[in-house]
């Protein structure tokens, strides 16, 4: 077998050539454009709409939560991705209330992020980071299950 006709190594995700320059240049651009703004934004700002932002977050959060949960009951392979996005989420979810918070309402944020956001975000990371040992698990069971299948139906046939 040449090269060319070789299976790519089992962890490496096979990508076209220009994610990677992309992603990285897209990362060295976002430093200026960082530093730009740590001295143009105003450290305060009303905005018209703060409350549907948040609303919209907390929707967009809990149907991510819900999907990750029907992922883990149906042992489904978007597990891992479901997780890494809604570990994502309630990291930003939980940054975003403390740095928003005003002094009356900090408790109450910092309360939520360490007791809710980020141990949850914590077992969404353990599922990812975990994932190899979950694929495997669920493949066994699958594979199980069709044995179990099998069986059923050779044993039928040779009763009836």
Do not use: K
């Amino acid at each position: 077998m040449n090269r060319s006709q070789e299976l790519p190594e089992p962890d490496r995700v096979p990508l076209p050539r220009w994610v990677t320059p992309v992603l990285a240049f897209t990362a060295v651009g976002l430093l200026p454009w960082t530093l730009y703004l740590t001295f143009t934004l105003p450290a305060r700002h009303v905005t018209q709409h703060y409350d549907l932002a948040w609303v919209g977050f907390d929707i967009a959060l809990a149907a991510s939560i819900a999907a990750t949960a029907w992922a883990a009951v149906r042992s489904s392979q978007w597990l891992v991705p479901l997780a890494a996005a809604t570990g994502t989420m309630l990291v930003c979810d939980a940054w975003f209330d403390v740095v928003t918070a005003g002094r009356t309402e900090m408790g109450e944020a910092v309360a939520e992020a360490v007791l809710a956001e980020l141990p949850l975000a914590a077992v969404c990371a353990l599922i990812v980071i975990d994932a190899e040992r979950f694929t495997r698990a669920t493949v066994v069971r699958y594979a199980d299950a069709v044995r179990r299948r099998r069986d059923a139906r050779a044993a039928l046939e040779r009763n009836s």
